[in-house]
């Protein structure tokens, strides 16, 4: 398939996990990809390794090391791809973190922490992302670009040991509903996806985490109980994902924003 071909694309929180595979999965049909995440070494050795996958889809690739808290660093990325690629279509914010801690515990550095790269950080990821496609104008089809935001189960409904994160992302929510009624002027939209129980390295220090508050007693606990109402009946991996990003940036999805879309094996019925 090549559903995304030749658009180009900007995938943050990308050196590992779902976004990496996100990226992935677009060179496979086709798209230009930047890789960006703010571990610089880690997001280029990904990029590299992916230099192969995009030669045979006649696609190109590159990276970038980005805080997407800091402002300049995002225009910086945004021009960067555009200077490379030629244009900026897609704009995955999908950079995230999490830490943690029991309600009552949850401190102000952790809360400004959290809400900080997936609040504040997927704001300025769409607002910078939307400046460009605005002043780069609409392709021959009339749309100016496609923003896709990472939320989460999280969003759905509150956790008692990760309350910033389920608060982040409720907030990429409200933003991808304000975006996408802003934006649909000039010919952009704003969609998300909400992952349930992914098997990522995200999940493994989360489980870490968990165990050092006391909120779990042995490693894999925390993930089996959370698993354990999956219609699916099982956690999910990164390819579980990725069909449904893909579909988000490409055409077949142009008459869809300011949707999140559910990627959770039936966990949580909305």
């Known amino acids: 398939m090549a559903r995304v071909a030749g658009r180009s694309c900007i995938v943050t929180g990308a050196a590992q996990g779902i976004g990496r595979a996100i990226g992935e999965a677009l060179l496979d049909e086709g798209a230009n990809v930047c890789f960006a995440d703010v571990n610089g070494d880690k997001v280029r050795d990904v990029a590299l390794a992916s230099a192969e996958r995009a030669a045979r889809s006649g696609a190109e690739v590159t990276y970038a090391a980005v805080d997407v808290t800091d402002r300049e660093q995002v225009r910086a990325m945004i021009a960067h791809t ?42 300025i990821g769409m607002q910078e992302a939307a400046r460009q496609m ?22 759905r409904q509150g956790f008692d040991n990760v309350a910033p994160y389920c608060a982040s992302k409720w907030a990429v929510v409200s933003l991808t509903q304000s975006g996408a009624r802003d934006l649909a002027k000039h010919g952009i939209t704003v969609t998300g996806f909400a992952p349930g129980v992914v098997a990522t ?50 055409r077949d999805s142009d008459y869809m924003t300011g949707q999140i879309v559910m990627i959770d094996g039936g966990m949580t019925l909305v």
């Open 134 to 155: 605005i002043a780069q104008g609409p392709d021959e089809t009339g749309m100016a670009g496609k923003i896709i935001n990472t939320a989460s189960i999280a969003s």
């Open 82 to 123: 555009v200077e490379t690629f030629g244009r900026l279509d897609v704009k995955f914010n999908n950079a995230g973190v999490n830490k943690p801690m029991n309600f009552l515990d949850v401190t102000e550095d952790n809360w400004n922490f959290v809400m900080g790269v997936n609040g504040l950080g997927c704001m």
């Open 201 to 250: 390295e995200m999940w493994e220090q989360v489980d870490q985490d968990l165990m050092e508050i006391g909120a779990a007693k042995r490693p894999g606990q925390a993930m089996e109980e959370f698993s354990s109402e999956i219609l699916k009946g099982r956690v999910a991996t990164p390819a579980d994902v990725t069909g449904t990003t893909s579909f988000l940036a490409a």
